[in-house]
């Protein structure tokens, strides 16, 4: 049962253009949500972060949403760049330390 | 300096062996973590230790045994590799136990191949 979701494998944009990352979920228990990026042989880095009790949290280029009666959050990243192509990882939280993952969305920012 | 290491990178054997992957971390943190990437990418964790103790322990086979000598260390040996347990394996680190919101960060993988 996998309570973390990511319906796209894949997604390509334009340098520039918005990337919009989206996940479900369906564990309602989920408080807290987390974005990891990850580079071909290399572990996940932390991106951003949401509590539950926001709907948005914003860093530079990063952005992510978070809508709790969709159980879906989405990361927006604009402008895209070509150094933004990478793995993307959405995980979520309720208990000690506990992260479950996503499968992950490949992204590629062509010029 | 490299915050999250494991050792080795990349591993190859037989089935029916035995062995062990290492992991340190110099971050001061207090929980590390093992994560498996099986060939669907699902990243799912195996084990989490605090201060040396056993926190998650998710239904994995019990050929798999982590050790955590020191909180800087938490290594994963195998008992008699089995095909299925082909994988990416991560480690991960976090300074705190009991919060969700702590960032984990994650060592560079091991790609462990059974043949």
């Known amino acids: 049962d996998q309570q973390v979701k990511q319906n796209s494998p894949s997604l390509s944009v334009q340098e520039g253009r918005i990337s919009i990352l989206n996940c479900d979920y369906t564990?309602?228990?989920?408080?807290?949500f987390l974005w990891y990026k990850k580079y071909p042989a290399e572990g996940p880095t932390f991106l951003i972060s949401i509590s539950s009790i926001k709907d948005k949290n914003e860093d530079g280029r990063f952005t992510v949403f978070l809508n709790k009666s969709a159980k879906h959050l989405s990361l927006h990243i604009v402008p895209s760049q070509p150094g933004d192509s990478a793995v993307y990882f959405c995980?979520?939280?309720?208990?000690?330390?506990?992260?479950?993952f996503g499968t992950g969305t490949r992204l590629q920012v062509f010029p | 300096d490299t915050a999250v290491s494991q050792t080795p990178k990349y591993l190859v054997t037989q089935m029916g062996n035995d062995k062990s992957i290492k992991c340190e971390q110099n971050?001061?943190?207090?929980?590390m973590y093992w994560y498996k990437q099986d060939s669907k990418k699902f990243l799912k964790i195996m084990f989490s230790?605090?201060?040396?103790?056993?926190?998650i322990n998710e239904t994995v086979p019990n050929r798999f045994s982590p050790k955590s000598p020191d909180k800087a260390h938490l290594n994963l040996h195998i008992n008699s590799l089995e095909l299925g347990d082909s994988a990416v394996y991560f480690c991960?680190?976090?300074?705190?136990?009991?919060?969700?919101?702590?960032?984990?960060?994650f060592g560079p993988g091991t790609r462990l191949t059974v043949l």
């Open positions: 564990n309602s228990m989920f408080d807290y």
């Open positions: 230790y605090n201060n040396k103790e056993l926190i």
């Open positions: 991960a680190s976090s300074h705190l136990s009991g919060g969700s919101t702590d960032t984990q960060y």
């Open positions: 971050l001061g943190h207090d929980t």
């Open positions: 995980a979520a939280s309720w208990g000690p330390d506990k992260l479950i």
